[in-house]
């Protein structure tokens, strides 16, 4: 089945710097790569995603770009700012089935 | 537009005890999934519900089982409680299955198992 790895496990950035997440996935036939954004004691939300027939998406500060044939996608945070503090998560499914999230990444922006 | 909704938000249940809990999605959403969360394996899929019928199931044993109702509300019930389940248990909603629909969380019921 699917299988999806997720590094760092955490990243600590000063604040106005880059964040880079990156995440692999092993089935080739998945084609929908949503990222999570999930604050303490809060729900995960989703903040960005991507289907197989794009290779990047931009919103404001966050954009995700898709590799399809390494298997790869990642997430790109431009001038961090503290409330950007979370742990993040990747995930990736196919067609109809499961969403399979990665271990997640915890960020943490230093003021 | 209300979002989705989980009861209880906590729970404290002993060894041996099964458990309901209960998952609302949001007006119009069709497929309900359920995730436990835990500190050491992160978001892990449990089933997911669409139209009244189970469309896909992850890998736990058959202490853990759901079911949706005709107004899409979901319900997962887990029997026999181990130490082990004690965990987040997040309920999530999309308009239908597919790759064009994205989740939308609950914020979860906490479970302790003593």
């Known amino acids: 089945g699917e299988n999806v790895e997720q590094h760092p496990s955490t990243l600590s950035v000063q604040e106005g710097d880059s964040a880079v997440i990156k995440c692999t996935y092993s089935?080739?036939?998945?084609?929908?790569f949503p990222w999570y954004k999930q604050e303490l004691g809060k729900r995960p939300q989703l903040i960005i995603d991507?289907?197989?027939?794009?290779g990047e998406k931009k919103d404001q500060r966050i954009a995700v770009t898709l590799n399809k044939t390494a298997k790869h996608f990642s997430l790109h945070i431009t001038e961090t700012q503290p409330e950007d503090s979370a742990v993040y998560f990747c995930?990736?499914?196919?067609?109809?089935?499961?969403?399979?999230f990665g271990t997640g990444t915890r960020l943490q922006v230093f003021p | 537009k209300a979002g989705v909704t989980q009861t209880p938000r906590y729970l404290i249940k002993t060894r041996g005890q099964q458990v309901t809990l209960s998952c609302s999605p949001i007006?119009?959403?069709?497929?309900v999934s359920w995730y436990q969360q835990t500190p050491g394996q992160g978001l892990q899929f449990l089933f997911e519900?669409?139209?009244?019928?189970?469309?896909n199931k992850g890998n736990f044993p058959g202490r853990f089982s759901g079911r949706q109702f005709s107004n899409s509300r979901s319900e997962m019930n887990v029997s026999t409680l181990e130490l082990g389940d004690s965990a987040l248990y997040l309920c999530?909603?999309?308009?239908?299955?597919?790759?064009?629909?994205?989740?939308?969380f609950g914020s979860g019921t906490r479970l302790t198992v003593v």
């Open positions: 999530a909603s999309r308009l239908q299955q597919g790759a064009n629909y994205g989740y939308t």
């Open positions: 089935d080739s036939a998945s084609n929908y």
């Open positions: 991507i289907r197989s027939n794009v």
């Open positions: 995930a990736a499914s196919i067609y109809t089935d499961k969403l399979i």
């Open positions: 007006s119009g959403h069709r497929s």
């Open positions: 519900y669409f139209s009244e019928t189970q469309r």
